[in-house]
């Protein structure tokens, strides 16, 4: 007997499925994943099936209504991972459904968009008469079909925008049978207007042979685990990578590979289609929601067999599925910053093991957690410590800004040495980046008679001076406001307010002053608004036309320039003073990643670490690129102070306009939280966050230290379910959080 009762999920309800009767109409229609149409309280509402019974306990079940005409939009070991996310990070379950899928495909009516397309037919071609007769009396409408022959088929919506050529333009082509047009789908391809070349993969070091040795060996094991490359930048990693997807599609496989946001550049896009061509997808923030849609569709379709895109990619429907590849596993935006909290390298390993393929996590600074597990044996680990061709790693140097600051009797933007190396590099026409992270001009817009700095009026922020308009800008919320002629303090009034602190547009003027011939560019968030703008600078960067580069960590990471031979960074401290006890390990990842953009081309490549603490751990380690000696220092204080990764930490923060109400709720939950927890748990605070106001929301948090989340996490969940928060206050829970912020 076919199943006769569905279990449904919607956004409507908060966290619980369900039971609707199939009406014999529907029997047979009715799929786990389906999109059923279902009466909800007085409404109509959208749900998911996520499982099919024969009966249910509840009595008096209303029927589904209708079922949507798509295919289903997860299977059995999709729910799974959905089920497994919402019980670990604590968050509903209609949440973790809708993070396994995008938007453009659980919206109602999501589905390819129909639209007019202009073919050439198969006959009438007009003369050279002809086509010169329309150039004069209507030109749009001859370029567009000037473009139509050389691309058979466009839609009219690329023609008109390419062209100006209105639809009734292109009704006239057709009248006359140049051309013929028809409304029909055409798969949205984000990537249609790039020229990529076809690559072969190179003949292997040897390194890169056991990298994939190993990968295929974990591939064809029984029970597939996770292996750990850890290879310098350079060393050849994303070839492995894309030669281990290739043995994923021999195998009759599909793969996934996820990078950083940031470093989803158009370069590395290049790459997987220049090798795999257009049987790869690619998933990004970037993307309209109908390129999103198409490139999902194509995806559970089978069409698209290699996926590359940031954290979401991870849950495409890629069946079945070889290969898990995570790059630059330790990057921090792979955790999902709303409900369900996520890390997309956590989950992938999970998504692995549910499914029983193999995972890939790839890093120059792995994440100090997954280095223990591969120390511990979870996961292999393999090491590549040579760069491609032998090219030699950067030569770092650490310039001790004391000194610097000690000689000119005043703090200096730029040492001696690194302007004479950017001398050099413009002598010899090679390329420099000099690295900052933090944008604006300057970073504190104090009095100095009363020493007042400017705060954000709605965030526990100072104001950040950007010297385009003159205004002052509050990097949280982005509010904007003139630069006070006086001290705003009533008391004082003083005139002669003074900027202090640097950022990138401070650099780039120092530079501009010092090097007035000097091609310069800067790429921080303030000038890359436009949609190509980023990889507008980039590829100017690229063609040679600059020949400086100044940025913040958007140059920091995944750029490959081989006439880059020189790195600056301004000042190394910034991160080491983060509230964090990540703080060193960030840093550390941060001046190595940002050296590795050093040298990638024929001549050796130099760096120059600017720095108040040349001898922290951090610093020292980022310039002798000795990984090994970073962790085992960090790892010492990380099990004193009972850190992760000897800890799990998770942060419950509470957020409201009202102070008071805010820091009450705070310490009620925490107060019965903490009666309920066993002896095993640590719970500190309640307290303000480093942030502790953000967009006029007051921010009070607590943590829950344990060696297993699974200590803490049932009384939290009981206490979440019980608790009424005050109206006005939000609670946001967030497992394994990697930001104390
Ligand atoms: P990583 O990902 O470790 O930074 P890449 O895979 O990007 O390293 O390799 C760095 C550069 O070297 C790229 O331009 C790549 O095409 C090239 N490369 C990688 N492997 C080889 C090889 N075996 N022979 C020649 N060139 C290679
Ligand atoms: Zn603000």
Redesign the pocket.
């Known amino acids: 007997m076919p199943p006769v009762v569905a279990r449904v999920i919607t956004d409507l309800a908060l966290d619980r499925e369900f039971d609707y009767a199939i009406p014999p109409e529907l029997r047979g229609q009715v799929h786990l994943g389906s999109v059923v149409r279902i009466p909800f309280g007085r409404r109509r509402a959208r749900g998911f099936v996520t499982a099919l019974l024969e009966r249910s306990d509840f009595p008096d079940l209303k029927s589904l209504e209708g079922v949507v005409d798509t295919p289903p939009l997860f299977d059995a070991s999709m729910l799974r991972l959905a089920r497994w996310m919402a019980d670990y990070y604590v968050a509903p379950f209609e949440s973790a459904i809708a993070a396994i899928l995008p938007a453009a495909v659980r919206r109602e009516g999501a589905r390819h968009k129909k639209q007019f397309i202009a073919r050439l037919p198969g006959e009438c071609t007009p003369t050279a008469a002809d086509e010169a007769a329309l150039a004069r009396k209507a030109p749009k409408q001859a370029a567009a079909w000037t473009l139509l022959k050389e691309h058979r088929e466009m839609t009219a919506a690329q023609l008109s925008e390419l062209t100006g050529v209105s639809l009734a333009g292109l009704r006239s082509l057709e009248k006359k049978k140049w051309l013929a047009l028809e409304k029909g789908v055409i798969i949205r391809d984000p990537y249609a207007r790039m020229n990529i070349l076809p690559t072969v993969p190179?003949?292997?070091?040897a390194e890169?042979q056991a990298a994939l040795e190993a990968i295929r060996d974990e591939m064809a094991a029984p029970k597939p685990g996770v292996v750990l490359i850890h290879?310098v930048?350079?060393?050849?990693?994303?070839?492995v990578y894309l030669a281990a997807i290739q043995a994923a599609l021999d195998a009759g496989k599909g793969a996934i590979a996820l990078v950083p946001e940031i470093s989803l550049t158009p370069q590395t896009m290049e790459r997987f289609r220049g090798r795999f061509g257009d049987i790869v997808a690619v998933l990004h923030s970037h993307l309209s929601d109908g390129e999103r849609h198409d490139e999902w569709q194509r995806i559970a379709a089978g069409q698209a067999r290699v996926v590359v895109g940031a954290r979401s990619a991870l849950f495409a429907p890629v069946r079945p599925l070889g290969l898990l590849v995570v790059d630059e596993e330790h990057e921090p935006a792979y955790k999902q910053d709303e409900a369900p909290r996520y890390n997309a390298r956590d989950v992938a390993v999970m998504r692995g093991h549910l499914e029983g393929c193999a995972v890939v996590l790839g890093s120059a600074t792995p994440s100090l957690e997954s280095y223990r597990n591969a120390r511990d044996g979870k996961y292999r680990l393999v090491k590549m410590e040579q760069r491609?061709?032998c090219r030699v790693m950067p030569q770092v140097r650490v310039v001790d800004m004391r000194i610097a600051t000690e000689k000119t009797g005043r703090p200096q933007l730029l040492s001696q040495e690194l302007i004479e190396a950017v001398r050099l590099r413009l002598d010899r026409v090679e390329q420099t980046i000099l690295f900052l992270n933090r944008r604006g001009y300057a970073t504190t817009v104090m009095c100095p008679a009363c020493g007042v700095t400017e705060t954000c009026p709605n965030c526990s922020v100072k104001m950040t001076y950007h010297k385009s308009g003159e205004t002052m800008m509050c990097h949280v919320c982005a509010a904007i406001r003139p630069v006070p002629s006086r001290c705003a303090n009533p008391d004082c009034r003083a005139p002669n307010i003074k900027m202090a602190g640097v950022g990138t547009q401070r650099v780039e003027m120092a530079v501009h002053k010092i090097f007035p011939r000097a091609r310069i560019a800067r790429m921080d968030s303030d000038t890359t608004g436009g949609k190509h703008s980023h990889a507008d600078i980039l590829g100017r960067f690229r063609r040679g036309e600059i020949d400086i580069l100044i940025g913040t960590q958007m140059i920091a990471k995944g750029l490959?320039f081989p006439h880059v031979t020189l790195v600056g960074v301004i000042q190394a401290d910034l991160s080491l003073q983060m509230p964090d006890f990540r703080a060193a390990e960030r840093t550390f990842q941060l001046l190595t990643q940002v050296a590795g953009r050093a040298g990638r081309g024929d001549i050796p490549g130099e760096v120059f670490i600017q720095t108040y603490t040349p001898f922290h751990p951090a610093v020292q380690s980022a310039r002798n690129a000795h990984f090994e000696n970073f962790f085992d220092q960090e790892i010492e204080v990380r099990r004193e102070m009972r850190y992760p990764p000897f800890t799990r930490l998770t942060t419950v923060l509470f957020r409201g306009l009202d102070e008071g109400a805010v820091a009450a709720c705070a310490k009620d939950f925490a107060d019965q939280l903490r009666a309920t927890l066993p002896r095993t748990v640590r719970l500190t605070g309640p307290a303000p966050a480093p942030l502790a106001k953000a967009k006029n929301h007051f921010r009070i948090q607590f943590m829950l230290w344990a060696s297993a989340t699974k200590e803490y996490v049932p009384p939290l969940r009981a206490l979440l379910k019980d608790f009424k928060l005050p109206k006005g206050v939000t609670i946001a829970v967030n497992v394994d959080a990697l930001s104390l912020t």
Do not use: N, Y
């Not at 190179?202 to 070091?205: E, I, K, R």
């Not at 930048?233 to 070839?239: D, F, P, R, V, Y």
């Open positions: 190179p003949p292997f070091m890169q290879g930048t350079g060393s050849g990693k994303t070839e491609v061709d490959d």
